[in-house]
C-alpha cells in the first residue's frame, strides 16, 4: 500500500509569511500544484509513489483537486478532518505534515507519523 501523506492545507501556508492572507485559495491552490511532485517522488523516508490528500478549510474550501492531489474541504475544523483521516488508514502508513503540536499528538494516537512543513515547502 501507497504511504497516505496527509496536509494540513493552513498550517503549511501559513508557515511563511509572504502575503498569504490575501488570497488564502490562491495560496492553497499553489500549495496543492507543489504537491503533485512529492505524489510521485515521495519524502525522506516514505519513497513515490505517495497518496497525497491535502486538507482544506475555510476561504480554501472550493479548491479541487486535482491529478495526485485529492483535496477535502473540512466542514469544520480541518484539524478535526486531518486526525479522522489518519485514524482511517490502518493498513498502510501515515505521514502528517503540520506544525501544529497539538495536532501532532493527536494524530500520533493513531500511529500516524508528523513532520513538518519544510518536508513539502523547500522556501518554508
Not at 23 to 31: M, S, Y
Amino acid at each position: 500500500m501507497r504511504t497516505l501523506l496527509v496536509v494540513d492545507a493552513a498550517n503549511v501556508v501559513g508557515s511563511v509569511p509572504d502575503g498569504w492572507w490575501r488570497d488564502r485559495h490562491g495560496a492553497a491552490e499553489r500549495l496543492r500544484d507543489r504537491l503533485v511532485a512529492y505524489a510521485a517522488e515521495g519524502i525522506a523516508g516514505h519513497p513515490g509513489p505517495l497518496e497525497v490528500v491535502l486538507v482544506v478549510e475555510g476561504a480554501a474550501r472550493a479548491v479541487e483537486s486535482i491529478e495526485g492531489v485529492r483535496v477535502v474541504s473540512a466542514p469544520g475544523s480541518g484539524d478535526d478532518r486531518i486526525v479522522e483521516l489518519a485514524a482511517e488508514a490502518t493498513d498502510r502508513p501515515c505521514v502528517v505534515v503540520t506544525a501544529d503540536r497539538e495536532l501532532r499528538r493527536r494524530v500520533g494516537e493513531s500511529g500516524a507519523e508528523s513532520v513538518g512543513p519544510r518536508t513539502v515547502r523547500n522556501d518554508a
